[in-house]
């Protein structure tokens, strides 16, 4: 182990999609992460090995996640989504060489982009998990685990359904990456400690135990944390509700406690590591203003050929219009990947340098940032372990279960409630516009218990509809504004699936022939967690 371990945590996460649409919101969501984030990282890893690049990360694929790209209808959707862009690329090419236009060479290049990506699907037999499973095997990659739809653990009605979450999540992650996981990422980050909660939707007092105590006895060793749940900051109110305990989503600055240190919360005779997110790495990825992203070189997001859908500008300027971008340059960006790889490294030693306590240094993203969001951003990736292999200095690439075992007596600390969300609180899911979701989680409950105590027989579909309710994708695109018309679709679909399956239980006698249509409808729409929940 080197005296300050680099641990790079990916949180990959994509909501349940398939059988729900495809485009503008739907399955293409699932699409282009495969397409520009998981089979791109593959590749990268498979060269850096090549090389005999030493490298590490910590990898999460949440449950709803690995039951998507092993479902038998991905491979086929992909494959189509695929050839769309190919002929894409390949219409925008002849148009553009008609036209004698400078872009044909980037026409190109997207084409052979998905040929490549098809290429490497096709050899991994169209399974996006195996690769992830043998980096695990290797011990390049440490596998955690997470909630099974992601479910905003804090603000659920029970612990009851806290713990439904966790089990069905743990249970999946075993059958996929066949081991038990020694970590979980909590859903946003979001934990609060025990107490009384006064639910955001129907405004219940309900007692809830902590959330991270939770975790010890399901057999997971270490999670992680936003800054300010260690370090602290300004307290914040953590979530709405009169008469509810007044707990922050983190003590005042400073508490003394170093994120570059290991830290751990005990409870019922369990003890969990945590991981605190390094914040000055983080924000050369994640800042607006300061990230890598944002380089003019770089390929920009948001701007469109009206046709086809693919990408020919740079950022130009972060904060200009999208008419006023350049064409994009791919030889231009090597250049700034070489440069932000090393000063990524740069400040990597500097942190282990400038601090006395510092043993780890922890930079956790959303997976998809990189390559999907971020084009370049595997690339970068990339570049920072071969920078950091060729320096061969006081900072090393380690997995996160690497760091925990390292470190023999980590100090206890109290966690207080809080997220990596904006403004580190519980507002942008628990606020005015997501109140009827949250009413509608709470009605799930009890019809859950309608239909356990009518019909166990529809338990298994009345659970997999609660489930997927409860993902906190549906709050958190309500609250942007960016796709809330497709989640407030299916907030309705699985409460109105659930109620439907709430009524069924209650009526006696056979079921009828449109109970049975309503339920095939359902088996095939929706096909998540089946082994777990029994059907």
Known sequence: MPPVSFVLVLHGHIPAVLGHGVWPHGADWLHEAAAETYLPFVAAARALDAGGIPWKATIGLTPVLCEQLRDPRFPRSFRRYVKHRLAAAGRDARDFARHGHEAEPLARAWREHYEEALALFDALGGDLVAPFARFAEEGKVEAIASAATHGFLPLLPSDAAAERQLDVGLAVHRRHFGRPPRGLWLPECATRPAGTLVTPGLGKRVARRHVLSLLGPRGIRFTFLETHLVAGRPARPAYGGSGGAPWAPGEATPTGRSPWALHRFEAEGHSVALLARDPRSSEQVWSGQVGYPGDPAYLEFHRKAARGGLRYWS?????????????????????????????????????????????????????????????????????????????????????????????????????????????????????????????????????????????????????????????????????????????????????????????????????????????????????????????
């Open 315 to 535: 950022v130009t300027d972060a904060k200009g219009s999208l008419d006023g971008k350049a064409l994009y340059d791919p030889a231009a960006t090597r250049e700034r990947v070489s440069a932000h790889a090393a000063h990524f490294c740069d400040l990597l030693e500097e942190t282990a340098a400038g601090d006395a306590g510092a043993r780890i240094v922890v930079s956790m993203f959303d997976f998809e940032l990189f390559g999907h969001w971020w084009f370049e951003g595997v690339d970068f990736l990339a570049a920072v372990f071969r920078e950091l292999a060729r320096r061969g200095g006081p900072v090393g690439p380690a997995t996160a279960w690497e760091a925990v075992s390292a470190e023999r007596d980590a100090p206890e600390i109290p966690v207080p409630a809080g997220s990596w969300g904006r403004d580190g609180d519980f507002s942008v899911w628990d606020n005015e516009v997501t109140k009827p979701y949250w009413v509608e989680v709470e009605r799930a409950e009890e019809r859950l218990r309608e239909v356990s105590a009518r019909d166990p027989r529809l338990l298994p579909a009345a659970l997999r509809q609660a489930l997927l309710l409860q993902a906190s994708d549906w709050p958190f695109l309500v609250e942007a504004g960016s796709a809330r018309d497709y989640a407030e679709r299916r907030v309705v679909e699985h409460s109105g699936a659930l109620a439907a399956l709430a009524e069924m239980a209650g009526r006696p006698g056979p079921r009828a022939r449109q109970d049975a249509l309503f339920l095939a409808r359902l088996a095939r729409r929706d096909r998540a967690f089946a082994p777990e929940l029994g059907g």
